[in-house]
């Protein structure tokens, strides 16, 4: 039995909610503010139902709040009055049928979920009521109180103490399942009688007799006719006691009965001791019980861990408990995690809107979206999706999966169009960092897996992000020949300079592009922007103008000059050879090839150019540099 759906109604910052799970392991992701915790917590709110002391209760600050603008721009706020949770459990066993009778609703297919339905209002002087159904809304029926005693939460906070719940004295995990071990074993009297034992050899020490001696005889002084003469016991409490004072430590060696008590210890490691301790009471509990569920709670999971620990205990996690009353839900800011996780375990929660990354890929090829528009229109294939499905596994690093956290993604080929687009993006006013914008280097033109995460005409099957794809089309894949450098192109008067420019201009457009506007599938968040050949010459070509002056007044012109000075005399030469009026259309791309061919290695290119603007915006100057248009465009999708 386990957790299926939850619906939340004016919780916190939850307006409206709903929330599917999957019945072993649930990670839930999303930027700061997006209701994690919220979600966390009106989980525990039903699981701790039962308790007879609560961790956590509703308050008047629990109650949403709206707050709407005025058409005089005046601000209503709004506080609601009701709080409302459905919680629907699925996977029931025979025997759990039996024990939650009351709270079955049958399904379509035959099979049965048990419902429940918390509610809270807001009455007068802001006393707070609550109530809850169970089963059918239309029956009313409540269950019996006690059945809320097998729901039983694990939750470890953000902000929690795991050294200080492992020293408790009080309710301690260790005892707890000591304690059990010890009812099954029906060995409680042996316990005892070690207990007894060593008390009684304590008591006979010199140094208690010697105490207790030295009390009376002080006694006996004050007034040896009224004060009766004392004895010292050690007070023999219940077994729950003996077994919580129980305690780990981390021992020097494997034979050493010394070592650091767990307050000297990391909080890194004392977290995972921790974890290691409730899921060894929660697999307890399975022996004897079969009708319990159980809910491990664990916020931020990553908090003192470094980077492979982090990996460690998510292995750990996904295959540490197997029984079918059992449920792990995991809030996470982790890349690391993210990385690691499989696409259907990981609840992207947005805008107050519960995305299934997994679901990007469910089910798809029934959209019927273009794949090749080379071959009449080709639909996309089953098979492709699930294709896709496993490359994304695969390019889901650690880097790539920060895009879940993103407000919008920003696609590029490689690592030159990496380092410069954040520049890029700054010189525009739109700086991609400030807006929570993550560049994603695909490696190559590899986009159509990241197509897929975005592109479905369902809701509930795409991220809730703007996405941005920034590609060449590289035609004329000879002007990378040798014959086309700049020594061949300057001779017999700029002879083949003519034959590359039409090269470029008319060769075969690029499927690519064509095809992965196709599989945008009409979707407006999805932008594919694409420049006719490098991104070199898109940049050399958006800084030359009509006006030779204009040119020469570039910033890329001035880097340039100073990097190939022998190279931008040809370029010069050039443009003395032509008479004194404005370029044509021609003539500048000529131009631009010429200035193209006097850069250096992409890689090499990048670096400089990006540590020459940064250096050029930081003196404050009039921004001299032009960016490629469809580079503009990509970064106005994303940042309108």
């Known amino acids: 039995m386990y957790l299926s759906k939850i619906y939340i109604k004016n919780f916190r910052g939850i307006k409206e909610l709903i929330v599917e799970f999957d019945k072993k392991l649930n990670v839930i992701i999303g930027a700061n503010g997006q209701l994690k915790t919220s979600l966390m917590d009106a989980i525990r709110l039903f699981y701790s139902w039962g308790e007879p ?49 009351q709270y079955l609703c049958p399904q379509d297919d035959g099979t049965m979920v048990a419902r429940v339905h918390l509610s809270f209002e807001m009455k007068e002087k802001g006393r707070i009521y609550s109530s809850y159904i169970t089963g059918k809304e239309e029956n009313g029926i409540r269950a019996d109180w006690n059945t809320f005693h097998y729901f039983h939460p694990y939750y470890l906070g953000a902000l929690r103490d795991s050294t200080r719940d492992l020293m408790s004295t009080r309710n301690n995990l ?13 060995s409680e009297d042996d316990v005892r009688n070690i207990v007894d034992n060593a008390n009684e050899q304590l008591l006979q020490r010199q140094e208690v007799r010697e105490t207790q001696a030295g009390i009376n005889d002080n006694l006996s002084q004050i007034n040896r006719l009224y004060l009766q003469d004392v004895e010292l016991h050690i007070e023999q409490n219940r077994i729950e006691n003996i077994v919580n004072i129980i305690k780990l430590f981390l021992p020097y060696s494997a034979t050493d009965k010394k070592g650091f008590v767990l307050s000297q210890n990391s909080l890194g490691y004392n977290n995972l001791i921790y974890i290691a301790s409730v899921l060894s009471d929660i697999k307890d509990c399975h022996i004897d019980d079969n009708v319990s569920i159980y809910a491990l709670l664990i916020e931020e999971p990553e908090a003192h861990l470094h980077p492979q620990l982090q990996v460690n205990l998510y292995n750990f996690l996904k295959n540490a408990d197997d029984n079918e009353n059992s449920q792990t839900f995991v809030t996470t800011h982790s890349p690391t995690l993210t990385s690691r996780i499989p696409l259907e375990n990981i609840i992207l929660l947005k805008e107050e809107f519960a995305y299934h990354v997994g679901s990007c890929f469910k089910e798809r090829h029934s959209e019927n979206i273009v794949r090749d528009v080379s071959k009449n229109n080709r639909l996309l294939k089953e098979e492709e999706v699930m294709s896709y499905r496993k490359m994304i596994s695969r390019y889901f690093d650690v ?42 280097d695909t490696d190559g033109t590899a986009f159509y897996q990241f197509l897929m995460l975005f592109n479905s005409s369902s809701k509930t099957k795409r991220l809730p992000m703007r996405a941005a794809f920034v590609t060449d089309e590289d035609q004329f894949t000879e002007s990378k020949h040798k014959e086309y450098n700049l020594d ?7 002879a083949k300079l003519h034959f590359l420019r039409e090269g470029i201009n008319h ?16 979707q407006v968040g999805i932008k594919i922007c694409s420049g006719k050949k490098t991104l070199e010459y898109q940049i050399c070509r958006a800084n030359v103008f009509s006006k030779k002056e204009t040119t020469k007044e570039t910033w890329l012109y001035e880097l340039i000059r100073k990097e190939n000075s022998g190279g931008i005399d040809y370029v010069d030469s050039y443009m003395a050879g032509i008479e004194d009026r404005d370029l044509t259309e021609d003539e500048q791309q000529n131009v631009a090839l010429l200035m193209w061919k006097c850069l250096p290695g992409k890689a090499e290119f990048a670096q400089t150019l990006n540590s020459f603007l940064l250096e050029k915006k930081e003196e404050g100057v009039e921004i001299k540099f032009t960016l490629p248009r469809y580079i503009q465009d990509a970064i106005t999708h994303l940042i309108p």
Do not use: P, W
């Open 53 to 101: 002391n609560r961790d956590i209760e509703i308050t008047k600050e629990d109650f949403h709040v709206e707050i709407t603008e005025n058409a005089d721009r005046t601000k209503t706020v709004t506080t609601s009055t009701r709080i409302d949770i459905v919680y629907l459990f699925k996977g029931l066993s025979a025997e759990q049928e039996g024990a939650f009778y």
């Open 174 to 186: 260790l005892g707890r399942v000591i304690k059990r071990k010890i009812d099954r074993a029906s």
């Open 399 to 440: 880097t790539r999966s920060q895009l879940l956290f993103s407000s919008g993604c920003l696609f590029i080929e490689g690592i030159s169009e990496c380092q410069l687009v954040d520049t890029f993006s700054k010189l525009m006013g739109k700086s991609l960092i400030d807006h929570q914008i993550e560049i994603v």
């Open 488 to 494: 061949e192109l300057v001779k017999n008067s700029y």
């Open 507 to 522: 060769d075969d457009v690029c499927s690519r592009v064509n095809n992965m506007r196709a599989m945008s599938n009409g």
